[in-house]
């Protein structure tokens, strides 16, 4: 509702390309590109259904923010990725030039792939840190998928993160997990015992 819009209706700004921004496009990546989509569905529909009250607005909280930060830099600070040939008939360079051609090039920093996913790793680590492991691995895959199939550029992928995490913090404090954690991480005071027994 957001990116597709600003996208293709912004112009000017900069690109923010780094000399160490080398990254080979290859179309195959476009599969994790893609995919994120249904992941964020499918954690979004748990979030909404299965995490308690103070969670689920300490998400909501970190989400507002975030957005509101990614929004407002494509808004008032636009960046934008330069076009890049794609090579190939299969559907994967298909359905990457079909993203570089029909979604705009604006909105590179920071990469919305990288901060939406980097708030769902960190309240799902958080929540279940057992299944740590998984959401890093989808993070970094999503993460390479941005630079790999050049919709982004490594400062873009570090502004997600950024941007994430700003989220993921505010969004804890907004919702007094902090106060909840300082107060539980408190050891009771002991009793000593009286010596006028």
């Not at 993160?161 to 009771?188: D, E, N, T």
């Amino acid at each position: 509702m957001i990116y597709i819009p600003t996208s293709s209706r912004i112009t000017g700004g900069i690109e923010p390309k780094l000399p160490i921004d080398i990254f080979p496009v290859w179309s195959v990546w476009v599969l994790p590109y893609v995919l994120c989509y249904f992941v964020w569905f499918a954690a979004g529909a748990w979030i909404l259904f299965k995490i308690e009250d103070r969670s689920f607005r300490a998400f909501i909280a970190a989400c507002t923010l975030s957005f509101t930060m990614g929004t407002m830099t494509f808004l008032f600070f636009p960046t934008y990725v330069r076009s890049m040939p794609i090579e190939g008939n299969d559907i994967f360079a298909f359905l990457l030039r079909m993203l570089h051609e029909d979604w705009g090039r604006y909105d590179a920093f920071p990469s919305g792939h990288v901060y939406i996913s980097t708030l769902l790793t960190l309240f799902f680590c958080r929540w279940y840190p057992r299944q740590k492991f998984y959401w890093i691995t989808i993070l970094i895959l999503i993460s390479l998928s941005t630079l790999f199939t050049g919709q982004h550029y490594i400062l873009d992928v570090l502004g997600g993160y950024l941007v994430g995490l700003a989220g993921y913090h505010f969004g804890l404090w907004w919702a007094g997990a902090y106060a909840v954690q300082k107060r539980s991480g408190r050891r009771p005071r002991k009793r000593i015992a009286s010596s006028l027994n």
